[in-house]
């Protein structure tokens, strides 16, 4: 059984990680989520420049580190506290919970909390004024819903390691 505290306090650290990086870059340079919006939004615009690739792959690698690495170290500190009662169940039960935690966060405050705020005719992303997709709530449920089945293949893998490395 997972420790509901400890779950709730780990979640919190994970999505305070995940929006820090996500919504930092965002306000910094949105154009390196270009990939990450409706592709109305995207034909209006130019492609990523060059430095806008860069800028994605700089910001991506500590993002995919911190998306697979935090959660894995945090279910270590599980194991060490649960000791014999920890199983790949369990990992992998706490690896999927963070998972969909983040990402229902990623879809409800960050996606559709986007869409409440940002004015379709004085977008972040110039060149996309009017576009409908700044206004597509489902553009972003279809990405959630997308990522609870990436969230089973990033359980499985978390899971794995933790369990299978001791």
């Not at 709730?8 to 999505?15: F, M, P, Q, R, S």
């Not at 989520?33 to 990523?48: N, R, S, T, Y």
């Amino acid at each position: 059984m997972l420790p509901i505290g400890a779950f709730l306090t780990d979640l919190v650290i994970v999505t305070v990680v995940f929006t820090a990086l996500v919504l930092g870059s965002f306000l910094w340079r949105p154009r390196i989520w270009l990939h990450d919006f409706p592709a109305d939004i995207q034909a209006m615009v130019p492609p990523k420049t060059d430095e806008e690739k860069r800028l994605s792959l700089i910001f991506g690698v500590p993002f995919i580190l911190a998306f697979f690495g935090l959660p894995t170290l945090l279910m270590w500190d599980l194991k060490s506290t649960l000791g014999a009662d920890f199983s790949f169940l369990t990992a992998w039960l706490y690896a999927y919970a963070l998972f969909i935690g983040i990402n229902l966060w990623d879809l409800l405050v960050l996606d559709w909390g986007m869409i409440i705020f940002t004015d379709p005719q004085n977008p972040p992303i110039v060149g996309a004024e009017g576009a409908a997709g700044w206004q597509n709530y489902r553009f972003h449920f279809y990405g959630f819903l997308k990522g609870c089945v990436i969230g089973l293949v990033f359980a499985t893998i978390i899971a794995s390691l933790v369990t299978l490395l001791t």
